[in-house]
């Protein structure tokens, strides 16, 4: 965990409801599938938002408006300075994706597999990414995916793009090495129960402090309560319980 | 330089700020945000006899100036506390350690109250008769004088060490709960646990905690606290440790002047992990500025005149 003091440079909506936020300062040393929990003026709890991509002095978040906290957040403007604790939660583990890994985001749960990509396909890895969405209109990150060199595929519950139904319908037979998934959590068991591999699970849950003190979102797993805010949010197919 | 340092039945204190239980793990967990010498005291994750699990989630819900929570006392049980998570703790702390005691039964806070009090890494035992979050157990011994009382005195027969009594506030009289504490033996008291509370998903028209209820904490109770504390120091001669919604220097000055020895710094723990180190590092400035130069001389100091 980092303290840190982060200045918006952009913070804007990508499609309805979806907001890209930029911010400029020191922010540690991130691994992909981490979070930072911002402190927004007004609301008692911090905001656990997922990292999208970061660079030496900048880090991007995309978040969904989703109550009045977020609404409050994306009203803020450009210059505006943040209270932020970084660096916070597992992670993903890269070093056992195998050659094919294959990334599976639903929603809002696609950003934080962007960073994810980027570094698998920096070690040589050739991926293969499944975005979910409700409609077309809510399509986000499909080109930067496509950007990085990964292979995508994109499913609409209304069939308004790419393959119709949810993101379990574009699974292949086989053809993976490893998953890795972040969406919402009946996503995640239609996956959990549709792959052939092994792979890592990014859980949400409503959380109290975010660094692990409260204990307000644990869950039960084969090797015993975990706290989804500093043991997870990403846990391995293995020790989950449904 | 002003004297921080405070003395609960004995154990000294080198400032009188203290995390409040639930809201700092076993504390070995903020090791590495800050260094915990610090602190006057830690008082650590609510234990019971055997491991829980608690309520299921969502179990932390917003408030205005506050979070609810209804966790319901998961912990490892006493055994491994004692065996684990206090032998970590010590590693990297050197002040009072005190251990939270909840339980189902009678016997069952006697016999974990009993444990706590033989290891040498615990300095008072606090007895929380107090969480809104179980039932049949906890907090209904702390609404009435009588099961306080019981409570009290058993688990006096057990313990050397100094013994608190954490109460609870979803009462009516909780100075004649406080009398009746005392009058069992107790060494000092603790007071306020969270105040019951609830909150619904207007959307999912449900409620948003999965119990349903959940106790209220933060600065939304602080103003309820002090009255509190004000009461019982006016109706016991024991020591209090003050707490609910204490998020300041100025907080921990307020409920000093209304009667606590030591004050316990709660959910503000969960919003900014820093919050009692920069409390105590902010302490003696604010003394100085008030013109204390001993922290004692203001307890009780409201009530004089």
């Not at chain 1, 998953?179 to 849950?205: A, D, H, R, W």
């Not at chain 2, 109250?113 to 007895?127: L, R």
């Not at chain 2, 001669?237 to 921990?252: E, F, H, N, Q, R």
Request: aromatic share 6%; proline share 5%; glycine share 12%.
């Amino acid at each position: 965990m980092k303290a840190c003091t982060l200045e918006i440079t952009e913070n804007k909506p990508i499609v309805p409801l979806c907001f890209k936020m930029s911010l400029r300062g020191a922010h540690g040393e991130i691994k992909a599938g981490q979070f930072i929990n911002i402190m927004i003026d007004g609301f008692y709890l911090r905001r656990p938002i997922s990292v999208y991509d970061w660079d030496d002095d900048t880090l991007t978040v995309i978040y969904k408006v989703v109550g009045q906290g977020t609404d409050a957040l994306s009203k803020m403007d450009k210059g505006k300075k943040l209270d932020v604790l970084s660096e916070l939660g597992n992670g993903y583990k890269t070093s056992v994706s195998g050659m094919r890994p294959l990334l599976i985001g639903g929603g809002v749960g696609v950003p934080p597999l962007y960073a994810l990509a980027k570094a698998l396909i920096k070690d040589g890895c050739n991926v293969s990414v499944i975005l979910g969405f409700n409609t077309k209109s809510e399509i986000i990150l499909a080109d930067e995916f496509r950007a990085l060199g990964a292979s995508v595929s994109v499913t609409t519950v209304d069939g308004s793009e790419g393959v119709r139904g949810f993101v379990t319908d574009a699974i292949p037979y086989a053809g993976y090495t490893y998953v890795y998934t972040c969406g919402p959590e009946p996503m995640l068991k239609s996956v959990y129960n549709k792959i052939i591999t092994s792979g890592q699970f990014s859980f949400e849950e409503r959380m109290g402090c975010g660094f692990g003190a409260c204990v307000g979102c644990t869950c039960r797993t084969k090797y015993g309560n975990k706290r989804v805010c500093k043991d997870g949010p990403v846990f391995v197919k293995e020790e989950i319980i449904w | 330089m002003v004297n921080t340092s405070v003395n609960l039945c004995g154990v000294s204190l080198k400032n009188p700020i203290i995390p409040a239980s639930g809201t700092f793990g076993f504390g070995h967990e903020f090791a590495d945000v800050y260094d915990l010498n610090c602190l006057g005291g830690i008082s650590v994750k609510g234990t019971t006899a055997v491991e829980r699990f608690g309520n299921e989630t969502p179990r932390i819900a917003e408030a205005p100036s506050g979070l609810l929570n209804s966790v319901g006392l998961q912990n490892p049980g006493i055994d491994t506390v004692l065996g684990y998570e206090l032998p970590r703790l010590r590693d990297s702390y050197g002040g009072a350690i005190i251990a939270n005691i909840s339980g189902f039964s009678i016997d069952e806070y006697v016999s974990t109250c009993e444990k706590a009090d033989k290891s040498k890494n615990v300095d008072i035992i606090e007895v929380n008769i107090s969480c809104p979050n179980v039932h049949n157990g906890g907090m209904s011994f702390g609404t009435t004088a009588s099961g306080a009382a019981e409570v009290t005195r058993e688990v006096k027969k057990v313990c050397k060490k100094p013994v608190f009594m954490k109460l609870s506030p979803n009462v009516t009289d909780i100075a004649a709960i406080a009398r009746a504490c005392e009058g069992a033996g107790a060494d000092g008291i603790s007071l306020i646990n969270t105040l019951l509370a609830m909150r619904i998903d207007i959307r999912r028209r449900r409620p948003v905690l999965n119990n349903v209820t959940g106790g209220l904490s933060g600065p939304a109770i602080f103003p309820v606290a002090v009255r509190m504390v004000w009461q019982v120091y006016e109706n016991v001669g024991i020591p209090i440790m003050g707490l609910g919604g204490v998020s300041t220097a100025d907080d921990v000055i307020e409920m000093m002047l209304a009667g606590a020895t030591a004050v316990q710094v709660g959910a503000a723990n969960l919003r900014d992990p820093f919050a009692c180190k920069k409390i105590a590092d902010e302490l003696p400035a604010l003394m100085e500025k008030l013109g204390v130069d001993d922290i004692n001389d203001i307890i009780g100091g409201a009530h004089n005149g």
